[in-house]
């Protein structure tokens, strides 16, 4: 490993605090890069880590040491992608991170046409509900809901996901169908219990009227295909994206209600590691994608949605 590898490889150990993840990052194994790491800091006669069964952590001077490194190795990579820029090129590796309904029925048709585009561009996607540090995974870009907390992070905003109340037809025949929010009260209600405050719906009339109306059913579920799934089965009534329900209601077998008034939307944003300096493909990948989310984005995507997305949200 020569030395513009071995300040990759300390810089990626300081940063996720563990020799596996920086390795596993690097295509490397653990006991190698502990080897090139003990060469560096007998090359630099100098103790740069402390080692503990907590992990690892960078000593005084292996502290100042990273931040030097750190900045070598941004620029090293802008480099990189200037002269793929000038080529015309994207090219190298792309980790994209997304929550699985919106990776798997959105994200992933996107992600084939723009590999498609730039065929020198090798793609990791990881599809997980769980969050992720984007720098102690690795990651180059990922694409989250909601408004983003304060943080180191870069993002650019992309667009608006829009929720829609939905209901199959035979639930609506035995049941009645909703005239007001508050007719919600007497219904089964289907809850995505992975947002704040679920228990309770919140819509906006065309007249500024809110209403916040209370709740409950027989299921309360961290996964869109598990409601969407429930509604189909005419169980009750359920709040989720349109992107996950638009298919259904094309097909029939859902149908939207209290159609006049609206649900809140989340934003959707590109976030990235450094709000400086950001990669030619992280940049290009998003501009990819920014293109593809204004009006009713969810109907020109359906099109483009994998085969299966009717059963795999």
Not at 182 to 192: F, G, M, P
């Amino acid at each position: 490993m020569d030395r513009i590898q071995g300040i990759a490889l300390f810089v990626r150990v300081v940063e996720t605090g563990s020799f596996s993840k920086a390795a596993a990052s690097l295509g490397i194994t653990q006991p190698t890069a502990t080897k090139h790491i003990a060469f560096l800091e007998k090359r630099l006669g100098s103790l740069l880590l402390h080692r503990s069964t907590r992990g690892v952590t960078p000593t005084e001077i292996g502290a100042i040491y990273y931040e030097k490194c750190k900045i070598i190795s941004r620029e090293l990579e802008e480099a990189d992608n200037l002269a793929a820029l000038l080529q015309g090129e994207t090219q190298g590796k792309l980790t994209i991170s997304s929550s699985v309904a919106f990776g798997r029925r959105i994200l992933t048709p996107l992600v084939l046409q723009f590999m498609s585009q730039n065929p020198k561009l090798e793609v990791h996607l990881n599809l997980e509900d769980q969050y992720v540090n984007l720098v102690e995974s690795g990651v180059d870009l990922a694409i989250r809901m909601g408004r983003l907390a304060d943080s180191s992070l870069g993002s650019r905003y992309l667009g608006l996901n829009p929720w829609v109340l939905v209901a199959s037809p035979e639930y609506l025949k035995q049941h009645g169908t909703p005239n007001h929010p508050e007719d919600l009260t007497a219904h089964q209600a289907l809850i995505y219990s992975s947002v704040q405050d679920n228990h309770r719906w919140h819509f906006s009339g065309g007249d500024g009227e809110t209403v916040s109306i209370p709740v409950k059913g027989p299921l309360y579920s961290n996964n869109l295909s598990a409601l969407l799934a429930a509604t189909i089965g005419n169980m009750g009534l359920a709040t989720i994206p349109w992107y996950v329900a638009y298919h259904s209601i094309n097909k029939g077998t859902l149908q939207p209600i209290l159609t006049e008034w609206s649900l809140p939307s989340q934003e959707i944003h590109a976030v990235f590691s450094s709000p400086r300096l950001v990669p030619g493909k992280v940049s290009k990948c998003i501009d990819w994608l920014q293109c593809h989310f204004s009006g009713n984005w969810w109907e020109q995507l359906e099109a483009q949605a994998l085969p299966s997305d009717s059963i795999s949200t």
